[in-house]
Antibody, heavy 120, light 106 residues
Framework: EVQLLESGGGLVQPGGSLRLSCVAS????????MSWVRQAPGKGLEWVSV????????YYADSVKGRFTISRDNSKNTVYLQMNSLRAEDTAVYYC?????????????WGQGTLVTVSS | EIVMTQSPATLSVSPGKRATLSCRAS??????LAWYQQKPGQAPRLLIY???TRATGIPARISGSGSGTEFTLTISSLQSEDFAVYYC?????????FGGGTKVEI
């Protein structure tokens, strides 16, 4: 059974940093791209970032480019999202999502999400 | 950026009736289109990928169609568990983009 478990969310002041983690199990982790998708309170889904299965390519939404960094440790079956220079508009539930292919594809499994609140 | 537009924003349907949800892309995404269902307090769940292929465990009453810029999700006979918000998403081009969602309510 595929499982994705996010952690690391919480309350942070504007300009602060957080590091989210997502531990995966139930599949060959290094064979699939992994993404972060967020959802602001009462709003729709917004794709944030993706990292390929081997970790050799990453891509970001314009809204987070230069502030967020995605990475993965295939030895630990874990994907990370380092979030710096946080803004109020980054407040959201952050979901870890597995893609169906090494590089692309749809999001076939999702974690339950971790809430990030940016507020003073 | 490819803009995904879903209509209607809210769809009121009685149990047992058919629901038809639309998704339009601002440019062609070929068949690289997925549909997700989200219930309150839950993560999204994949329903359809490749515009028309049902994901594992998705019942046959849920179907997808379309290609290029026009897509449809059809639920042939609404069950109580189908009342939720539905999102389309294109994965043909960067950045990956979602539609704004359609809420299916009683």
């Amino acid at each position: 059974e595929v499982q994705l478990l996010e952690s690391g969310g919480g309350l942070v002041q504007p300009g602060g940093s957080l590091r989210l983690s997502c531990v995966a199990s139930g599949f060959s982790f290094s064979s699939y791209a992994m993404s972060w998708v967020r959802q602001a309170p009462g709003k729709g889904l917004e794709w944030v970032s993706v990292v390929s299965g081997t970790g050799d390519y990453t891509y970001y939404a314009d809204s987070v480019k230069g502030r967020f960094t995605i990475s993965r440790d295939n030895s630990k079956n874990t994907v990370y999202l380092q979030m710096n220079s946080l803004r109020a508009e980054d407040t959201a539930v952050y979901y870890c999502a597995k893609r169906s292919l090494l590089v692309g594809g749809e999001f076939d499994y999702w974690g339950q999400g971790t809430l990030v609140t940016v507020s003073s | 950026e490819i803009v995904m537009t879903q209509s209607p924003a809210t769809l009121s349907v009685s149990p047992g009736k058919r629901a038809t949800l639309s998704c339009r892309a601002s440019q062609s995404v070929t068949i690289n289109l997925a549909w997700y269902q989200q219930k309150p307090g839950q993560a999204p769940r994949l329903l359809i990928y490749g515009a028309s292929t049902r994901a594992t465990g998705i019942p046959a009453r849920i179907s997808g169609s379309g290609s290029g810029t026009e897509f449809t999700l059809t639920i042939s006979s609404l069950q109580s568990e189908d009342f939720a918000v539905y999102y389309c998403q294109q994965y043909n081009n960067w950045p990956l983009t979602f539609g704004g969602g359609t809420k299916v309510e009683i």
